[in-house]
C-alpha cells in the first residue's frame, strides 16, 4: 500500500513537478522568443546580424537556433491532438514535413508505436521516412555500456570545443 505524504512533502512534490513541466516545453519557448527576435529584428541595435547576436548574446550558431525555431514551429502544429514532445531532437525529423497535419498524423504514429513508449528521435526519423516511402534504418541492439561511459558520452555531446580540448590533453597525459 503507497505511503501517505505529509502537506509539506506533498507541496514539495508539486512545486518540484510545476519545475519539471516548466522546463520539459523549455525548447518551445527558446524557438518561439528567438523566431520573433529574428523575425523582427530586436537584435539590431547591438547586433548586425541574428547569427552575431546568437553566437555573441548565447554561444550557439544560427544553426542551432534555426533548429530550435523550427521545432517550436512544428509543437505549435502538432496542437494538442498528441502529446507534446519533451526535446526539440525528438520532433527534428517532422520539420522536413511541411503540412501541419501529415505533422500531427506521423507524430501520433510515433507516439502509437514508440518502443517501451519512448518517443526517441531515432523513431520519430524511422516513421518520417516510412511515411515518406523511403529506407527505414533498423537498429542493432546495443551491448550495454557501463553507467560511467554513457555519463561520459552525455557529457561529450554537450561539451564545449575548449572542455572537449581540454580532456583530450588531459587524456593524453594519463
Known amino acids: 500500500m503507497p505511503e501517505a ?16 513541466q516548466k ?15 529574428r523575425d523582427n529584428r530586436l537584435y539590431r541595435e547591438a547586433y548586425t546580424t541574428f547569427e552575431a ?8 550558431e544560427r544553426n542551432y537556433a534555426n ?3 523550427r521545432a517550436s514551429e512544428v509543437v505549435d502544429n502538432l496542437g494538442t491532438v498528441v502529446p507534446i514532445p ?5 520532433i527534428r525529423p517532422l520539420t522536413i514535413i511541411k503540412d501541419p497535419e501529415e505533422q500531427r498524423e506521423v507524430y501520433q504514429k510515433a507516439v502509437e508505436t514508440a518502443p517501451e513508449g519512448k518517443v526517441t528521435a ?23 555500456e557501463s553507467e ?8 561529450w555531446r554537450r561539451a564545449t570545443k575548449k572542455d572537449k580540448k581540454r580532456f583530450t590533453e588531459w587524456t593524453k597525459q594519463q
Not at 8 to 18: C, P, T
Not at 53 to 60: L, V
Open 148 to 155: 560511467a561511459l554513457w555519463n561520459l558520452k552525455r557529457w
Open 67 to 69: 533548429k530550435l525555431i
Open 53 to 60: 547576436y546568437c553566437k555573441e548574446k548565447w554561444g550557439f
Open 23 to 37: 522546463h520539459l516545453s523549455a525548447f518551445y519557448e527558446v524557438g518561439f522568443a528567438l523566431m520573433q527576435i
Open 5 to 20: 505524504l505529509t502537506v509539506i512533502e506533498r507541496n514539495n512534490l508539486a512545486e518540484l513537478e510545476e519545475t519539471i
Open 122 to 144: 531515432q523513431h520519430v526519423k524511422n516513421i518520417v521516412r516510412e511515411h515518406r516511402g523511403e529506407a527505414v534504418k533498423i537498429e542493432e541492439p546495443k551491448e550495454k
Open 86 to 90: 519533451t526535446s526539440e531532437r525528438s
